[in-house]
């Protein structure tokens, strides 16, 4: 999709969940944006920065919907079929990048999107 143009708030965002080492929901990005744009503004921007391809969404076990940056390899080619974990205690979200999950699917079916979320205890938790 064609890139949009660039706002305060879109940057300000971005820079938001590219620096977060977890991903981060509406509520905690609105949270450290107070002063920045409302509600209905971080909304249009996540949609717009999903639909860029520059993150993604992130369905937690209790519905919260998180969002972390796209990790573009040299290729220029991602995929978001990778783990995330979700620690039940402190409720951070990870992507764990490095594990890809392996499955079979069954012939003429056409995978599209993988969501793959594994809960626990988190380092810094256990």
């Known amino acids: 999709m064609k ?18 080492e977890v991903a981060l929901s509406h509520a905690e990005i609105q ?3 107070q002063e920045l744009c409302d509600r209905v503004t971080i909304y249009r921007v996540l949609d717009r920065l999903v639909a860029e ?4 969404k992130i369905a937690t076990p ?3 919907i998180k969002y972390a940056a796209c990790h573009h390899h040299d ?9 995330h974990f ?3 205690k402190c409720h951070s979200v990870t992507c764990l990048d490095s594990v890809e999950p392996s499955f079979n699917v069954p012939k003429n079916y056409l995978v599209k999107q993988v969501n793959f979320t594994l809960s626990g205890l988190c380092p810094d938790c256990i």
Request: hydrophobic share 30%; glycine share 2%.
């Open 62 to 64: 209790d519905g919260t």
């Open 3 to 20: 890139n949009t143009r660039n706002t305060i708030a879109k940057s300000a965002i971005l820079e938001l969940i590219k620096n977060s």
């Open 53 to 56: 391809d520059v993150i993604h």
């Open 75 to 83: 290729n220029h080619h991602h995929t978001h079929n990778h783990v």
């Open 86 to 88: 979700s620690c039940e």
């Open 31 to 33: 949270k450290m944006n």
